[in-house]
Each structure stands twice: as structure tokens, then as C-alpha cells.
């Protein structure tokens, strides 16, 4: 999230003891205990990557309260968490406490729900909403606590347990390394600087190879992501640009032609690794330092600015877009945040984007796009570039729900998949098309490289086409939810029962 007044100012300073470092392999057993864990001791592991998870309390053989691992060097920030749970017994039922969330305002409260996927069955659902309580806890000083029930169904499964679907930079090491390997003339991956902890920060070149021409002007399309290292929905999307725009669908191929993109799919790779929320392994919130980045601090930051300012400086580049893009912990949808200019014929011509991709991309609200120049948000990409670059550019910042979305024909809301964020992506990249044509850089005509072939993409028929992926895509099985969770009335009921009588004088 970068751009929000409630995600900032509904953070409650945690008084309980510090937490520092993730469980490893720790073997949660009844007080008193001193054996060797015994079938049933759950044993929680987060020293992984992307992991998360600083604490476990025992608290009764049915109930567990869990503590995030603050931010490296910031513990202001506690959201993400991402741990696995073992040495489980058939049908063990279990409620988790995670009782220090730094934030009050939250989707949980509008039906979301924590991930799970396991061994055997390695696809993420969620856990169902019924099985979610949200709530202000007299045990931990009024904070806010989630806390769900789970039953574990099989005893050899590990179990994994997410706030949202991860995306680790190893993932995106590996993703980058496949499309390398493809030889395309039209994409090209390089080094923009190393991290702190000397992970990649990488940059990748989509375009037709003569846009490349030194003497040729070109027109720049930039976007980033994960500034934020607990916002994976932003990789999500991310990766759908580029699988979009490396593919054969006629719409890629003529933005291709006409137009370079420049794309950092990860700002932060050490705060993803990490298992962060919000900030770098120094603890900072790099989405705050856009103004003066420090080489040594904010060294990703530092080498993205200096190639945009580059960019903007060449008299053969034209920078249309800068776009960053995030997820949001407290909206739906997928939305825009723009500038306000004093000029107000650039205020009104920044507004068009969003508007062409509300019209290809059905999750994306017009009403949570807003324009402003809040003073909070100084020192973020999306202001410091819309405030330094070209009047003819446009900067914005793409938010995209951790949950769901709400389409104008629905009255329900309609939880994210991957695939969901995805397809955001794969019409973030379409509507460029829309764009130039409407700027008259691209013919609105159908040219004959975008007029379909029989049996081919039919680019008027924006929903089919919004639904056809290029051939290499991960498809992956819809319907193929799996019921992990307790699922009778009785176990609920249960459950219910425990949260409101538990012995509040346990602890404290
Ligand atoms: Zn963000």
C-alpha cells in the first residue's frame, strides 16, 4: 500500500516484548513438559524465505497464540506472516491467535482470510471466512487479534499458513532466468545495482530491437513493484504485464513495435526475502525516500531513480509512464492513486489512463481512484517522479486489493487468485494499446499485425480476449478448491465458545 491515510494512522505501537527472529523448527509442548515432542506437539518453522512468524505461545493443547516477527530494524510494521506447521496427528483441531498485527483497520473484517496449502496438496485456498474472527482482545491489551480454527486432516502433510499468496525473489530469480533462456529478440534483463545483502535488483527491456536504436526517439513505458515486500499481489500483477507483452497476442505484438518498457518487477529484495511487510533490511520505509535516495541506504532506490532520471534527460526518449505498483490492505478492487498538477489540462489528461483500464479490467474501481498531493505521502515514487519529470509524463501508483473485488454486475464480492492478479496485469499491459491509440501514436485502425486470424484473439471482444492467456501461461485447474477446515456445526460452535471463555487471567 503506498498511498493511504488509514494504513498509516492506524498503526498501535505493540508494548509486548520485543520479538526478534523467526521460529526455527520450535516444538511447541504443554507446560511442564520436557520429553521428546511427541505426535500432536505441533512444531512451527519460519526460517525460510519470505518466512514469518516470531513467537508461539502454548496456550492450550487446542490453542496457540502467534506473534509476527516485526520489519528487520522497524517493528512498527507487523502484518505479513508465512510459516509451516508439522508433527501434526489426524484431524488435530487447533485455533491460532495471531494477537500483535500493527494495524487496526483490515480486510479481515470484510471476509478475508488466511492461506493454506500442504504438502500433498500444494495449491493456496483460503481458509473459509466463517472459520475468521476479528476482534478486539482483552488479553492483549485491546489490540486487534485474528484468530482462526483449522483441523488437520492429515498427519504427515506439512501445513503452510500466509496472509497472502507469497511471491519470494527466488521465485522471481527463477522466472527471470526461464524468460532469458527463450532468446527473444524483444526482451532483454539487466543488473541495476545489488542490494545491501547483494541480491539482484534487476531491470528487464520489452520492445522490438530497432526501438533500441540510439538515433531513433522512443517512447517509455516504466513500471515497478514491490517497493513494499509484504504486498506479493503487486508480483502477481506484475508478472502478468510481461508474460503479456513477451507474448504472440497481436496487441503485444504492436505495442511492442511502437513502444520500449521498462519494468523492475522487485524493488526491495531484501526486505521480500526477508519475510518484511513494509521496509528494507535496514528498516526503512523505502517508498518514503524517493527524494533523496542515499547510495548506501536505499541503494535499489538510488540506482531506479538515476536510470528514470537518465531516461527523462535524453532528448531521443519520450517518458509517457511511471507506474509502481502495490497492494492495499484495507480497499477492494484494483485502483489508481494519481497527482494534482496546478496545470490543469496535465490533471485532466492523467485522469484518461485509469478510465481506458476500467473499461478493460472489470475488477478496477474508478471510485477508490483518487488524485491528491497529500503531504504524507511525500517522498513516494508516484509523487517525487509525478514532481521531477517531463509535464508530459504521467505518474501513478497502482493499488490492487489483498482480498477481493467488486464488479459494477455484482452484488458479491470476489476473492483474488493469483490468476486474478494476474489478469489485472494482462490488462494494465492491453490498455497501453488504448492509449496510444487514442494519442494518435498508434493508428486506430487495425494495422494488419492486430488484425486477428481466423480462430485467433478477436480484439473486439475485449472479454474473450481478457480470458485467453498466451499458450505458455500457468494454467492452473479452477474449481479445485480443497476443504482443509473444520466443516461440521458442532466444531464451530466449538470454536465460538472458546474465544469468548478462555481464561482471560492466564497471562497477564
Ligand atoms: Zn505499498
Redesign the pocket.
Known sequence: ??DKKCDSGSESDSTEEPVVGNVNKFAVVPPGYNGRPKKGHMIFDACFECGNLGRVDYITEYEYDLFIRPDTCNPRFRVWFNFTVENVKADQRAIFNIVNFSKTKSLYREGMSPLVKSTSRPKWVRIPAKHVYYYRCPDHRKNYVMSFSFCFDKEDDIYQFAYCYPYSYTRLQNYLDNLEKKNMDFFSRELLCLTVQQRRLDMITITNPDNLDPEETKRVVYLTAR??PG?TPASYVCQGVIDFLISNHPIAKVLREHIVFKIVPMLNPDGVYLGNY?CSLMGFDL?RHWLEPSPWAHPTLYATKNNLMELDRSDKCVLDFFIDI??HSTLMNGFMYGNTYEDMERYERQSVFPKLLCANAEDFSLNNTNFNRDAVKAGTGRRTLGGCLDDSSHCYTL?VSFFSYQTSSSSTAMPYTEEGYMKLGRNLARTFLDYYKMTGLISAKPSSSIVPKPGRYNIRDRERANTDPPSDFDERPRNNRLDYHINNTSSYGDTSIRLQFRDRERRY
Do not use: C, D, I, P
Request: charged share 30%.
Open positions: 500500500m503506498a517497493v513494499h504486498e513494509r517508498n502495490h497492494a493499488e
